[in-house]
């Protein structure tokens, strides 16, 4: 390195290398200005200069100074060393591997600079790139453990465990016989476990086992041993000697689940889907006997049993096991029951058990058959699991007559206003459930939780800028004013981008979807660091399950979310180019004219409250970071150019945009439904004819009778059919192609659309969601039966459910279900009448839904609402108007109270 | 609770043989005086203005939460006041637990408390008002030491009778406890 210069001079260079790699820049640069005094066009010098400058986010001058000094030294390592690194810093990976290999063309034994193409080579899983740099960095330096290492975790990476094991065995060779010495015992022994790991994986569950017991005392993390050694002799059927290694592990915690179902499995009494003979489950509950004499205090061992258990014996089994629950008075006792639902039958057997129970307390004061009394809590806790249990069926009536008699009873417990929030949630009234949830979260201002589930119910109920205020009571962090999106804090970006949504604001909507995309791509790149951290910490079975992980990343539930709200608002944006205002007045002229000036009052309101607030809160800003001493050395955030997400609505090609999500979206969720609507939905938008039909196909695949993919079949063929008859050669293809799969799909086969049609509306008469799309599908194809179509959805039944005993005598339709038959009736059908007749009956089905205006959906949900408003604007009740307290008639015999105040004027 | 139901009996004796349940009293702050307003809207026909839930949190450890296994049952709000004269007394604003709650003597337990504090603070004083015909309260009172020491005519507006009695404990170094 700097070999072209005067020995004063390369001197002066080693400074700045070195003052690089100590972060004093500064000196690294005064450095690199004096030689460039008297060399200005000196390569490396230049590169380091850039390289220096990035790091003190002069980006641009970096770029341009590396680039030059390139120029100025073809030949040197040195710049294309530091143009790669200048590529890496920007996360530019790809580019950065290009001048990697172009330094180590010209010097090919650089360590450095193999060790960090290696690196780049495992984040962008350029597998055989990474097994044959790490090959080479362990013939330069075989001396090196991690060399040895970082070979075999190559060779594991890309599909070839068993050379990996030959590599770690050849490094066990190179050990001598008393290591690994004490300070080394933790790593030596992860190398041991992940070579077994190796070895399981390979399928040489023998040697897997010889390994382990001659090793066992270099291993020093003897609960992953015992757990590899169960698991290893479980699957050679070794069950007496598996078990009895799970048994110990079961002392040591009877509440992990893995461990009882292991011994099931020992015992030959594990099954997949939960189905189990008569004879199985009378083994299975000795068993369980026997484990819950041994651990009378795990809840694992007293809950599982209720899994496999059927008709009187789970009633009796649940009647005890929920008894000494409600005594104590455990909140989370519902969500820990409702797996059970699922199970036919057992919804009815508990709703029995939970009334006789209700009944017993209230009446005597003890549980049925038991002379102990009670305390007085757990009438209100019987009261609040019965109420959860008419949620989970859907009754909401009932569950809030109960929650409220709860409430009355012990009006200071805050998990029942929580619960009594979902309630109004299902039913349907989300402004009164944010209500709710509010009161929940004044009770106990120190709890955040009850805070989260406050801001939640708020953009539930599209209060976006109140729960913004809300969420960030807990996110200020010393100046830091809203740091949600700093901690990643995602749930909450979602469910505004949703709100936004709902209300049309598409750029705030896009702006927090893709907030979220981001934090994926962040969560991607961070796992850059590991990749030296976690072959030098040997903690290499954490490290290949996290590199899987990340490979599976984008599969991740709040992705979807992200990408599907992110396409949704793309779609929109295509479909209705940028709101434009001409659209907006078209709009507002269908209204009278007061109704318009007050709305546009309204607007300019809202819209001068938003700058004032924007203005209030730079200034904010700026008032704290002044006040901060440090001010000036934190760094100062970037400020957001784009808050309300207006530039992100001006794409030019929103389905191109679109695009880029679903493609995400193909490779990581391809089993999901909605990836294939989309992908339907914006082909046939882009006219992309076979990609249409692919996503037809994969629906078809999917889930035939899913309305949605019977809704696509058709509306693709449909369009096709209406196509003019193939002109271009490629048309031509496209229709060959189509014609040749055509008759592979099965609900095609030989028959016409509109046949297709009925025989899907046969199929799946009684549910009214299969009704609504074969009813659209009717009017698609006939125009003329639109009638018909109508009457189709008129004459569904809400019949109720008693038949299938999963949940009782309920009504079957779902609340968003009916809301989307109704958006259906008044925009795709426009009959007003009829979506009014439909409001009206759906009212009916629930009476507490805002959207269907039912008969409870304008109740004030809050127990005193007065009280509520009283207190917080700090009114003062006028004294005079009070009356005082002691009147014992009224108060229920209230004991003594005392009085007070107000008459401050009598003495 | 229910005055003359046996409060001295101590705080277990209702919830049958066996269960036992935890009674504890926690302070009373800005982060969690709604849980005294909605006991306070459960318990009594008032509603208590701002200064009232100010001088119940100033007065410190004198307000007490009282919790019956994790559930908050009942509360003592107190105000402190300066006598003429400088000295310090308490003034119970109010007492008061829960109907179900009734009977496991978490009133005693608050009560005592304030007997406990004032003795280490060398408060001499407690008082606070009642209505005349409040008999139970008054019993309950009197059971714990406090005498009548001054009827007020016309104190309250709206309910009859309008009299209330002052009703005061002093506190000797020795009697802390009934």
């Known amino acids: 390195m700097g070999s072209s210069l005067p020995p004063k001079e390369a001197n002066l260079f080693k400074i700045i290398v070195k003052s690089y790699e100590t972060k004093q820049y500064k000196k690294g640069l005064k450095a690199a200005d004096s030689i460039l005094k008297k060399f200005p066009d000196h390569g490396e010098t230049l590169s380091m200069k850039g390289l220096t400058l990035n790091c003190m986010d002069r980006k641009s001058e970096a770029y341009e100074l590396v680039r030059r000094g390139l120029k ?79 070979f075999a975790v190559a060779h594991h990476l890309s599909s070839n465990s068993s050379k990996a094991i030959e590599v770690l065995e050849a490094y066990e060779g190179t050990l001598e016989d008393d290591y690994p010495p004490e300070n080394e015992r933790y790593e030596h022994g992860e190398m041991l476990l992940y070579k077994i790991s190796l070895l399981e994986e390979c399928g040489m569950l023998d040697r897997a086992l010889e390994e382990m017991h001659k090793m066992e005392s270099k291993i020093v993390d003897k609960l992953s041993f015992r757990e590899q050694m169960a698991c290893i002799l479980l ?24 461990y009882l179902i292991a011994v099931q499995k020992c015992l030959g009494l594990y099954s997949e889907n939960g189905q189990y003979s008569a004879d199985d489950v009378e083994r299975l509950s000795a068993l369980y006997k026997s484990l819950k004499e041994e651990y009378s205090w795990s809840s694992a061992v007293k809950r599982i049993p209720l899994d496999f258990l059927e008709g009187a014996k789970f009633q009796e089994a649940a009647d005890s096991y929920v008894r000494p629950l409600l005594t104590k008075g455990v909140p989370s006792l519902f969500s820990d029951l409702s797996p059970l639902y699922e199970h036919p039958g057992k919804a009815n057997i508990l709703e029995q058990l939970f009334l006789k129970l209700e009944d017993s307390i209230r009446t005597s004061g003890c549980f049925p058959g038991s002379l102990q009394m009670e305390p007085p809590s757990t009438l209100m806790w019987t009261l609040l699991l019965v109420s959860q249990h008419y949620d989970r069926r859907s009754q909401y009536d009932t569950a809030l007559d109960k929650i409220d008699e709860a409430i009355l009873h012990t009006p200071t417990v805050i998990d029942l206003y929580s619960i009594k929030g979902n309630i109004l949630q299902h039913a349907g009234n989300f402004s009164a459930a944010a209500a709710l949830a509010n009161e929940a979260r004044s009770m106990d201002l120190a709890d955040r939780y009850l805070n989260s589930e406050c801001v939640m119910q708020m953009l539930q109920a599209d209060q976006v800028g109140l729960a913004e205020k809300t969420a960030v009571l807990f996110t200020k962090d010393g100046d830091q004013h809203n740091n949600l999106h700093d901690m990643q804090c995602m749930w909450y970006e979602l469910a505004s981008g949703e709100s936004y949504f709902r209300q049309g604001d598409l750029g705030r909507a896009l702006k927090n979807f893709l907030a979220v995309e981001k934090h994926y791509t962040d969560m991607t790149e961070d796992q850059f660091d590991f990749h030296s951290y976690c072959l030098r910490k040997m903690t290499l079975r954490a490290y290949v399950s996290m590199l899987k992980f990340q490979d599976r990343l984008h599969a991740h539930e709040y992705f979807q979310k992200a990408a599907a709200g992110a396409i949704r608002c793309y779609m929109k944006l295509h479909d209705s180019p940028s709101k434009s205002s001409t659209e907006e007045n078209d709009e507002m002229s269908k209204l009278p004219a007061a109704q318009r000036k007050k709305l546009r009052q309204k607007q300019k309101k809202a819209e001068a409250r938003a700058k004032r607030e924007a203005e209030e809160k730079q200034e904010d800003e700026i008032t704290s970071s002044n006040s901060s001493k440090s001010g000036k050395k934190q760094q100062s955030r970037p400020v957001d150019l784009d808050p309300r997400g207006e530039k992100l609505v001006q794409v030019e090609d929103p389905l191109a945009e679109a695009t880029k999500y679903l493609k995400l979206l193909q490779n990581s969720s391809s089993d999901s439904l909605e990836t294939h ?44 059919n209406s196509l003019p008859a193939p002109g271009t050669d490629s048309e031509k293809l496209i229709w060959n192609v189509l014609e040749a799969e055509r008759p592979d799909l099965r609900q095609l086969h030989g028959k016409s659309l509109v046949e297709v049609n009925s025989n899907f509306l046969e199929k799946h008469n009684a549910s009214l969601t299969h009704r609504a799309a074969a009813a659209e599908m009717m009017y698609l194809l006939e125009p003329d039966k639109k009638l018909q179509a109508i009457k189709l959805i008129e004459d569904s039944t809400n019949s109720t459910a008693s038949g299938n005993g999963v949940l009782g005598p309920i009504k079957e339709w779902g609340i968003q279900d009916c809301i989307n038959v109704h958006k259906l009736l008044d925009t795709v059908f426009a009959e007003q009448d009829v979506a009014n007749r439909w409001k009206i009956r759906c009212a009916e089905y629930f009476p507490c839904s805002t959207y269907f205006e039912g008969a409870r959906s304008a109740t004030s949900y809050i127990a005193d609402s007065s009280f509520e408003s009283s207190t917080e604007n700090g009114n003062v009740l006028n004294p005079e108007a009070k009356i005082k307290e002691g009147d014992a008639g009224s108060l229920n015999g209230t004991v003594h109270i005392v009085d007070d105040l107000s008459n401050l004027s009598m003495r | 609770m229910g005055a003359g139901e046996g409060e001295a009996a101590g705080s277990k004796e209702k919830s049958g043989g066996g269960v036992v349940a935890r009674t504890s009293l926690d302070g009373l702050r800005d982060k969690n005086v709604m849980q005294l307003k909605k006991l306070n809207t459960a318990l009594f026909p008032v509603r208590y203005n701002d200064k009232y839930y100010q001088d119940a949190i100033a007065s410190k450890d004198f307000s007490k939460l009282a919790y019956y296994s994790d559930i908050c049952v009942g509360a003592i709000a107190c105000r402190l006041e300066k006598k003429e004269g400088g000295a310090v007394c308490v003034y119970i604003m109010t007492l008061g637990v829960l109907a179900p709650y009734r009977g496991l003597g978490l009133g005693t337990k608050l009560l005592n408390h304030v007997f406990d504090l004032c003795v280490k603070q060398n408060i001499s004083e407690i008082y606070l008002h009642v209505q005349t015909n409040n008999d139970d309260a008054i019993a309950f009172y009197k059971k714990f030491g406090f005498e009548i020491t001054e009827t007020i005519y016309q104190y309250y507006k709206n309910i009859t009778p309008p009299d209330c009695y002052v009703l005061t404990k002093f506190i000797g170094q020795s009697a802390t406890k009934k």
């Open chain 1, 72 to 150: 100025n030294d073809l030949k040197s390592h040195v710049c294309w060393h530091v143009y790669g690194l200048l590529y890496r810093s920007d996360r530019e990976y790809r580019e950065a591997i290009k001048c990697y290999r172009n330094a180590l063309r010209i010097d090919p034994d650089n360590i450095e600079i193999l060790r960090d193409l290696s690196l780049l080579q495992a984040q962008m899983r350029d597998l055989s790139g990474f097994v044959e740099t790490r090959q080479q960095l362990l013939t330069l330096k075989p001396n090196h453990r991690m060399n040895w290492i970082g």
């Open chain 1, 235 to 258: 699957k050679l059927s070794r069950f007496d000697e598996a078990e009895k290694i799970y048994r110990s592990l079961l002392f040591m915690n009877p509440d992990n689940y893995k």
């Open chain 1, 677 to 720: 609507i989309f992908s339907f939905e914006l082909n046939m938008r882009k006219q992309k004819v076979l990609l249409a039909f692919q996503a037809v196909k994969q629906l078809i695949r999917l889930d035939g009778n899913n309305p949605d993919s019977h809704r696509c079949l058709i509306r693709f063929f449909h369009k096709i």
